[in-house]
């Protein structure tokens, strides 16, 4: 059985994760999870942490000359925004004491407030470190070990986005051969122009403050 435990906050140090359960003799290198998580920051609309989150891996155990050794492997992605500012050396200082700015104005539609009031919480940063975006970064690095896996036993996996918001997607459907032409998509669609009116849907909804749905097809 192959399972996963993440952990690290988003403003923190880095986030980490480890894989159970892979075999011995896997061929995995850094490259292979680096190249996994610079497809995660691509999307149109996204976040501006994206533009200057780095994503350093350093592979802390479990593989050994480019092989796994049928231990668990254990990865570590640092967080830029740790490094470049003083700032969250203090907010997301593991030491004892109290943070000088708590955060009390909730966001809806987050976990904020269900965590805060579940542990007791005043500071909603004690909850939406964890529960936020930039853990998937971690996630993302256990799904490399997953595909690497998948593909050693002749798997291949191809996804792309059928429908954002109203527009769908005419129908295109790619291949495996057509996964850097989805990557060039802003919004991972093979129909360019389905594309475009993607593109329209998102930046209405951001006009709006407002969120969309999508169909994505695997």
Partial sequence: MLRFLTAGESHGQALVV?????PAGLPVTVDDIQAEL???RLGYGRGPRQR?????VTLVGGVRHGRTLGSPVAIE???TEWFRSDKWHEEMNPAPGATKAPLTRVR?????????QKYGFDDARDVLERASARETAARVAAGALAKILLRSIGVEILSHVIQ???ARSAGARPTFSDLAAVDESPVRCFDAESATRMIGEVE???????????????
């Fill in 204 to 218: 209405a909804a951001a006009k709006d403050g407002d969120s969309l749905g999508g169909i994505v097809e695997v």
């Fill in 52 to 56: 200057f989150e780095q994503d350093e």
């Fill in 108 to 116: 809806p539609g987050h976990a904020d407030l269900a965590g805060m």
């Fill in 164 to 166: 954002m918001g109203s």
């Fill in 77 to 79: 992605i640092k967080n």
């Fill in 38 to 40: 610079s497809r995660r």
């Fill in 18 to 22: 480890i894989v159970e359960g892979l």
